[in-house]
């Protein structure tokens, strides 16, 4: 196990937990049972190796260091949101070894990793996950088939435009409740019935009505996967608004200084004073009632405590970016129609 952040952490308990032997290796030395010296030594000593970390030069660096420890026998899953390129970059590094790979992005909150109800977006050979899949398994409460490696990575992108859409689309709707004067617990109990809910919109309103912002998913982590699905969408010629919007929202709060903050952080647009947030008993039963769902995970912030840090030409880029002039947002998209 590569990366003990708040997901690597728990698949590793979990494998431990299901029999199997786990060394770990994580850029912070942790006080942990069978923490190694190096990924490398981690690749000597196991025949399978999962890597947990946060973004595309960090998965890059990863597969660098294995490379001179792996053979034929090794397998190394992946599980990084990363842009498809990178993650077919990773893939080379790994094959020149002669080992296998699985691009292998996955879906589940803390509380997932913990009880093992991950679930994997899988890209490679059946052959590979036919192999895999005990290690797999003992995380994960469904295994999903992609196809080829990068089209995992690219499915998880996809997905996480609908999930940053839905809390867009929670915070307007809550913004537009709160002020008209009803309250946000209002609006809570009548989504709970609403067939267009979801435990992501269930859960982030509650904590946008709070404005208690602890990351499940950090809104920087959130704003370099927008990132990722905007330089896709421009190579393939088509036009994301929603995705330029969330871009610049998410840009406004990285200029604010909220990196680390959970994404539905959002919510300062319209509720900039934090005396205007609401911490009702009845918010913390919609909580609960929003958290008791485990059939459905929220996305996770996979390289929270303890993953590789960004690199410097990473952050030099982000710094870029948020110098940008913001986009016209849905402007070109009505103008091109017109």
Known sequence: MIGLGII???VAGNLRKRGFQVYVWNRTPRPVQNFLGSPAEVAQLCDFVQIFVSDDEALLEMARQLSPALKAQHIVSAHSTVAPETMRATADIIRRREALFLDAPFTGS??????????YYI???????????????ASSREIVEIGEIGEATLMKVATNIITMATVQAGAEALALIRKSGLSSEKLIAAMRGNASNSVTLSTKLTVMAEGNFTPNFSLKHMFKDMRIARRIANGLGIDLPFTELARDLLMDELKNGR?????????????????????????????GNASSDSQTSLPADENKAGSASESEAQAQSQESEIAEKPSNRFGRWFHARS
């Open 110 to 119: 803390k509380a997932a990793a913990e009880k093992g109800e991950l679930v």
């Open 8 to 10: 690597g952490e728990r």
């Open 123 to 137: 890209g490679g050979h059946d052959a590979t996950l036919r192999q895999a899949r005990p290690v797999l398994e």
């Open 259 to 287: 990196e680390n903050d959970d994404y539905s952080s959002i919510a300062h647009k319209y509720f900039p004073d934090t005396a205007s947030y609401e911490r009702p008993a009845a918010l913390e039963t919609a909580r």
